[in-house]
């Protein structure tokens, strides 16, 4: 927001005049101001535990095959529009923006469930996954993406 009384006189700082008319006075209510968006749960957001960017990361799984599709990253309003509306909804580092799985792919994720884990710092939200949840069009972010590794099985354990 821009801070008024700087001497600029570049453009004027008009003070918004207020918008209620006389007829408004019946309908005062303890909330805040119209239009001021919902907050998130308090006791949640008292639980996480959010990176430097006011971020937690989301493991997005599908709920009956438990299907690992992909990460992605949800602040505060993410989170709330994600526990309120039926739709995964996360915070795009890159673009700045809040982005609604699906809205332009078409590969929408309708929640099952969400949970937050034992530090704080992860969700898990558990969805049904339509189509592909990755947006090189694998049905996981995973796929085809292993990395070598040396693998072991606990009868290893006398050799390692
Ligand atoms: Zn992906």
Known sequence: ?????????????????????????????????????????????????????????????????LEVLMLGWMDEEALRRTLTSGRVTFYSRSRSEYWRKGDTSGHRQWVKGVSLDCDGDALLVTVDQEGAACHTGTRTCFDGRALPAVTASRTDAEGL
């Open 1 to 65: 927001m821009r801070r008024a009384g700087r001497g600029t006189a570049l453009e004027s700082q008009v003070m918004p005049s207020s918008t209620s008319s006389p007829t408004d006075s019946s309908t005062s209510s303890p909330q805040g101001p119209a239009g001021e968006p919902p907050l998130l749960d308090p006791a949640v957001a008292g639980a996480l535990k959010k990176d430097d960017a006011g971020l937690v990361a989301a493991v997005v799984q599908q709920y009956d095959t």
